[in-house]
């Protein structure tokens, strides 16, 4: 299930210039999901193209695997004004859209704070929980759960980048 491009369901339809689908292998059974789009996001439709995007695929691309072995998306479709938090209003508007992105995968990939509290409910810090496997429901579905760092986290910390490394060969080994 997509948003219809005039989709008006949250206030962020106001601010937008383009709905931000997914990008990737809806086959794939891994799905990495991040917080929302951002500016460069926001004019290209296209998830993870900006600054932190890039960091994000070379990194990927130094472990073996390309952004379109796997599904890109975000807990809202539309850039909230400034890159600002989505409110839990916005992200309940905008979730039938991501559950049916995952509701079918193996796999679904937390980047950052704002994507692990949407879909498994944490609230603390993301370093106590990066890289530990949990579990989520979507569509009915018990479904692996990973939390990771945002890719804009890795771009001044060795720190994330290495454990953002780790993400990306546990998803290599065991989904693959
Ligand atoms: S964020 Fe989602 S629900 Fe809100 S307007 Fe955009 S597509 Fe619609």
Do not use: Q, W
């Not at 491009?5 to 949250?10: A, E, K, W």
């Not at 086959?27 to 929302?36: D, L, P, T, W």
């Not at 004019?43 to 990194?59: A, C, H, I, Q, Y």
């Not at 839990?88 to 980047?111: H, N, Q, T, W, Y």
């Amino acid at each position: 299930m997509r948003p219809s491009p005039d989709c008006s369901l949250c206030s962020l339809c106001r601010e937008r210039t383009r709905i931000v689908l997914p990008d990737g292998d809806p086959s794939s059974g891994v799905v990495f999901v991040g917080e929302a789009p951002g500016e460069t996001e926001d004019l290209t439709g296209r998830p993870f193209v900006g600054r932190s995007g890039k960091l994000m695929e070379r990194m990927m691309s130094e472990e073996g695997v390309s952004r379109s072995d796997v599904l890109i998306t975000n807990t809202v479709k539309c850039r909230p004004p400034g890159n600002r938090d989505p409110t839990p209003e916005e992200m309940v508007a905008c979730r039938p859209f991501l559950d049916s992105e995952i509701c079918g995968s193996r796999v679904v990939v937390g980047l950052g704070r704002s994507a692990c509290r949407d879909l498994a409910g944490y609230e603390g810090r993301m370093k106590d929980i990066v890289n530990t496997r949990m579990t989520i429901k979507a569509g009915g579905r018990d479904i692996a759960f990973i939390p990771t760092f945002h890719p804009a986290a890795c771009i001044y910390s060795r720190e994330s980048r290495e454990a953002f490394r780790m993400t990306i060969r546990m998803i290599k080994r065991e989904f693959l």
